[in-house]
């Protein structure tokens, strides 16, 4: 039975957008210009960070097979060391959109 009601419950949940009211249309002047260059820049910061992530994993990888020693003693270390530097390439990116945009 308690089943049966979570079923039910998890329906109603997901039909929930179906039935509700449609909301009106963002007008141009709703959002101030900061807002939106802003909004870009994260979506330009986190659409490029799987990528720079996976350039610095290649990039640190090919180093340590040249004969580059470890930067960090732990795996741990080592992941947060490409993380970090896929996140300030990412940065990077979204810092010279939001100049080549002005």
């Known amino acids: 039975m308690k089943r049966m009601i979570l079923c039910v419950?998890?329906?109603l949940l997901l039909l929930m957008p179906v039935f509700s009211?449609?909301?009106?249309?963002?007008r141009e002047d709703e959002?101030?210009?900061?807002?939106?260059?802003?909004r870009r820049g994260e979506t330009l910061f986190?659409?490029?960070l799987?990528?720079?992530c996976a350039l610095t994993s290649v990039t640190y990888t090919l180093?340590?097979?040249?004969g580059m020693s470890p930067l960090h003693s732990t795996d741990l270390g080592e992941a947060a060391i490409v993380v970090g530097s896929a996140a300030v390439l990412?940065?990077?990116v979204a810092v010279v959109d939001y100049l080549l945009g002005e």
């Not at 180093?63 to 040249?66: E, H, S």
């Open 9 to 11: 419950m998890v329906l």
């Open 21 to 26: 009211a449609t909301g009106e249309e963002y």
């Open 31 to 38: 959002f101030p210009e900061w807002a939106l260059s802003l």
């Open 46 to 48: 986190f659409g490029s």
């Open 50 to 52: 799987p990528l720079t």
């Open 63 to 66: 180093a340590q097979n040249a």
């Open 90 to 92: 990412s940065l990077a």
